[in-house]
């Protein structure tokens, strides 16, 4: 028994020891950390202040050309299609005929209009004279009235011409073909045939609404595509959409391209270049703007009082070496850290050099 007491009491004794050596370690260690922390030197950096400069503001904004107009020529109703007059990449004019559907009930109202036309001019003779009713000459001049209204009406559903001049790029049905109305399955659009206007084209962008004030109806684009990259093609502001999209925070801005050599295609990949003109910003040496790995975000350090102060900040225009930075919590006369920030953290104590 006193063997087994004296096992349990040595036990005991080497625990109560043991526990004693760890929290002695562990105090010696956070001695040793704030030593070292109140004894670490501060990272030497050199500044510069922050002056805004005066810039040419642009931006460029990818996009895909569409045509100016597109036009789905077909009837109101279906019908046997009698002939075609065009191919895709014809050329035709405003007013041209460009297919045509079966006449025959055309002709039949032609000479029914016909028939009223001689009635009506005998009608109006006798009303002169006395000798016919009003009524029997009023329900005349309403049919009279009803045909010629359904004659113009199939002249421009059986004759179908062009509504704008431009170019055939569609051709959907050949003749003789029963049309339907419902939509091709080649192309999902209910036409004959596709007008489309390429000179001038469209181009839709969608600009930040913080560059709305600058934005102006008829001002200068450039536009570049890769097909053509040595060449530039002219562009303006052709309209500004009144309202803003919430989700983007964007606003939509049409443009009209210039196409005269008609080297430029609807659906081609185009680069729009805006001047939104003079602006003061704030330029910054490029190797002073450091990214978080892992993400896209920006930011640099300011000196303030003797401390490293982290500010996350939005890139604008590149300058060579230099990048205008964007950031709310930016102003002159801060002084901007240029060398050393990459050993930085936010709180850090710096020593300016110069």
């Known amino acids: 028994m006193m063997t087994n007491s004296f096992c349990t009491f040595r036990k ?14 562990a105090m010696v260690g956070c001695s040793k950390g704030k030593t070292d922390t109140a004894t670490k030197k501060p990272e ?5 202040t922050l002056q805004k400069q005066v810039i040419n503001r642009d931006m460029e904004f990818s996009t895909s050309l569409v045509a100016n107009e597109e036009v789905n020529i077909a009837p109101a109703s279906p019908g046997k299609i009698e002939k075609i007059f065009v191919n895709v990449g014809s050329r035709v004019k405003q007013g041209q005929l460009v297919a045509q559907m079966d006449p025959t009930q055309l002709n039949t109202t032609r000479i029914q209009f016909a028939n009223l036309k ?25 049919q009279y009235d009803l045909t010629k209204e359904n004659l113009a009406f199939l ?5 179908l011409r062009a509504t704008i001049s431009g170019i055939i790029s569609a051709k959907n049905f050949e003749n003789g073909e029963l049309y339907s109305g419902s939509p091709s399955a080649a192309t999902g659009k209910a036409a004959i045939v596709t007008l489309v206007q390429i000179n001038p084209l469209k181009a839709n962008l969608f600009v930040p609404e913080s560059f709305l004030p600058q ?12 097909t053509y990259p040595d060449q530039t093609f002219g562009a303006q502001i052709a309209r500004i959409y009144p309202t803003v999209d919430a989700a983007t925070r964007s606003v939509q801005v ?3 391209v210039n196409n005269a050599g008609e080297k430029l295609k609807p659906g081609m990949f185009c680069r729009s270049t805006i001047d939104f003109g003079k602006v003061e910003a704030l330029v910054v040496p490029s190797q002073a703007v450091l990214r978080m790995q892992g993400s896209n975000e920006r930011y640099v350090f300011l000196e303030n009082n003797g401390k490293a102060k982290r500010i996350v900040v939005a890139l604008g225009k590149r300058f ?16 901007l850290i240029v060398t050393g920030q990459n050993r930085l953290i936010d709180g850090v104590a710096v020593t300016v050099v110069k």
Do not use: H, W
């Open 254 to 256: 049409e443009l009209k």
């Open 155 to 159: 002249e421009k559903n059986v004759n």
């Open 215 to 226: 934005l102006k109806q008829g001002s200068k684009v450039s536009v570049k595509c890769d």
């Open 44 to 48: 030497l950096v050199r500044v510069e």
């Open 118 to 142: 001689n009635d009506m001019q005998r009608l109006e003779a006798l009303r002169q004279a006395g000798t016919v009713s009003q009524q029997t000459y009023d329900q005349t001049k309403v």
């Open 12 to 25: 005991r004794n080497f625990f109560t020891a043991a526990m004693a050596l760890s929290l002695l370690i």
């Open 320 to 335: 060579d070496d230099q990048t205008e930075i964007i950031s709310n919590q930016l102003n002159e006369g801060d002084k």
